[in-house]
């Protein structure tokens, strides 16, 4: 789709091929950028034709409306690719995961994604596999952390005894606790559902 110029037609050409295909289709690497600039002009003609009664501002809405399911359809996609990624690399699989459809912009979140698939696996499953899993609850007014760092005991402002901790470890602290360790780097939290 290189050079190709953005049209209504042509976003909904984009659409009804992502819909259908299970990989990633090649766009224009400027794809992007020239959706913008197009939507811009939409934007610009549905203001001025507002005063004339025009469908320009419907065109205007449909054309974003497309762009935002395009947009969805390939990220579940990427997410898929990063997902299969982070597998292969885990499991030391030597499996080729095509990334050449990705657009510049969706690079950061493909490795993004990969990079926390990578980390969940290996925060997860490789502590079940080695029968070291241990679930943490949440209590309320605490936070989930994973220390960055050995870190010896020590009496919180609540004056109970915390530790020590491994590098490594995940515990659940109230959240002033939580707080100073991460700030002072000790330790980064980790969002559970």
């Not at 050079?3 to 091929?17: D, H, N």
């Not at 690497?29 to 001025?48: G, I, M, N, R, T």
């Not at 990334?99 to 502590?127: H, I």
Request: proline share 2%.
């Amino acid at each position: 789709m290189d050079g190709i110029a953005i049209t209504y037609q042509t976003l909904f050409e984009v659409l009804q091929t992502e819909k259908k295909r299970k990989e990633l289709q090649e766009l224009d690497k400027e794809f992007y950028a020239k959706v913008a600039e197009y939507l811009q002009e939409k934007q610009k003609a549905s203001k001025d034709a507002r005063h004339f009664g025009s469908d320009a501002h419907a065109q205007y809405d449909k054309a974003r409306r497309i762009m935002r399911e395009i947009y969805n359809w390939r990220e579940q996609k990427i997410a898929e690719m990063a997902r299969n990624k982070a597998r292969a690399e885990q499991e030391a699989k030597h499996v080729a995961i095509d990334t050449e459809a990705l657009l510049p912009e969706e690079e950061d979140l493909f490795d993004s994604l990969r990079d926390c698939f990578m980390s969940f696996r290996k925060e997860r499953l490789s502590k079940v596999m080695d029968g070291k899993h241990r679930q943490e609850q949440k209590s309320p007014g605490s936070m989930v952390v994973r220390f960055n760092s050995s870190t010896e005991q020590f009496v919180g402002r609540d004056l109970e005894t915390y530790g020590p901790f491994e590098q490594e470890d995940v515990a659940s602290l109230p959240v002033e606790v939580a707080g100073l360790l991460i700030k002072n780097g000790k330790a980064e939290e980790i969002h559970t559902s």
